[in-house]
């Protein structure tokens, strides 16, 4: 029984037209869209079904309802302020020590970035001033980075 429901109508019509033409309703222009919609939203819940989600009908119309109405001014406000406190908060957990995600440890803050590039101007200029060969104290200098 659960096999005939996961079968779309889409399905039946292009088995049986072949088969039996006049059995499978030809569709009007005025009902067109309506049953068009159906059809992808019955296939939309036996896509779900069929990787094991637990999909109706009604969850797929709430969705695409969800969707398809515009954001208001406020709503766009309250969604770019929710982000701003997400990033705040991760950059903020990052400078008091606490856990935070391999993916989110990675990024590198700004300030630590300017001290380190600050650091490497004061390296060149020091190796620059003192020591004849340079290029060579550049690339010594490079290769150990790289290798850390």
Request: glycine share 4%; with cysteine; charged share 40%.
């Amino acid at each position: 029984m659960r096999a005939w429901k996961e079968v779309t109508v889409r399905c039946l019509c292009a088995a049986w037209r072949p088969l039996w033409p006049e059995c499978v309703l030809q569709r009007d222009f005025e009902g067109f869209e309506e049953l068009e919609e159906e059809a992808v939203v019955h296939e939309i819940v036996s896509l779900g079904n069929s990787m094991g989600l637990e999909v109706d009908d009604d969850d797929v119309e709430e969705l695409v309802e969800e969707h398809s109405k515009e954001l208001s001014t406020e709503e766009l406000l309250e969604l770019h302020k929710e982000e701003n406190e997400t990033l705040k908060r991760s950059l903020t957990s990052e400078e008091s020590g606490e856990e935070v995600d391999k993916e989110e440890s990675r990024i590198i803050p700004a300030k630590d970035l300017k001290d380190a590039f600050f650091c490497w101007s004061k390296l060149s200029k020091l190796a620059e001033d003192y020591h004849p060969d340079v290029g060579s104290v550049q690339k010594a200098i490079i290769d150990t980075t790289l290798k850390g």
